[in-house]
């Protein structure tokens, strides 16, 4: 399968250190010993909010803000990058055209590419790009809810939900560049236009994303 895996940044900086790369980095490997060929999105996590928060000291303008925030998701692409090996292109990509031209047996590890753009956003864009059978967005949520379940103990997980019905969920989130909870709006109406099969699971297991791709997770599915 082609494969796009949307992995949060909390997953690999909740525990900074090589284990926890390596953890990640094992699971890519196995899916492309099955010849399975992977795109890869990283997000920033904790460096990207602790850059933010120290940049905001000097400035409040969202576009900067922004920067900052990209920079940190190359910082933790470059190092998974180190961790993959052989088996990954050796350069950090932010381009559909980076993609599109590199796509091969390697695999392909990204970061964010543009201020006001979610990793999610260039993970839906990558997805459509490369006409993939399946988008992963792993993170440190375990599905889709109806509202935040942090803030919300009434908050009802779903085990599927159409296009449509995601839409109208993710259309009530607000969106905070460098916070994007589950996944921004650009990012739900590009996978709804190109029918983008989407599943979400909690990543904080790496087994998961593995599970994901047999059919065996415990996330939500979206699809039409």
């Known amino acids: 399968m082609k494969i796009v895996v949307s992995l949060g940044g909390s997953l690999l900086t909740r525990e900074f250190t090589p284990q926890n790369f390596k953890k990640y980095a094992d699971v890519l490997k196995r899916l492309k010993r099955k010849n399975h060929k992977l795109v890869v999105v990283v997000g920033g996590g904790k460096i990207c909010r602790d850059y933010r928060d120290i940049a905001k000291e000097f400035t409040l303008d969202n576009v900067l803000l922004d920067w900052v925030g990209i920079q940190t998701t190359h910082l933790n692409a470059f190092v998974l990058i180190a961790a993959l090996g052989k088996n990954a292109h050796p350069m950090s990509l932010r381009t559909v055209e980076e ?101 979400f699971v909690d990543g904080t297991d790496p087994e998961e994303i593995i599970r994901t791709v047999e059919g065996k997770h415990h996330g939500t599915v979206i699809e039409s």
């Open 99 to 199: 993609v599109k031209r590199n796509f091969n047996d390697k695999i392909l590890v990204c970061g964010g590419n543009l201020p006001g753009c979610s990793t999610g956003y260039d993970a839906a864009l990558f997805a459509e790009a490369i006409k993939a059978d399946l988008l992963i967005k792993a993170s440190d949520v375990d599905g889709v809810y109806s509202t935040d379940p942090d803030l919300d103990p009434n908050a009802k997980k779903y085990d599927k939900l159409t296009h449509d019905e995601f839409l109208k969920i993710i259309e009530k989130n607000p969106q905070v560049p460098g916070e994007y909870r589950l996944f921004d709006l650009k990012a739900a109406r590009l996978i709804k236009k190109n029918k983008i099969k989407t599943i």
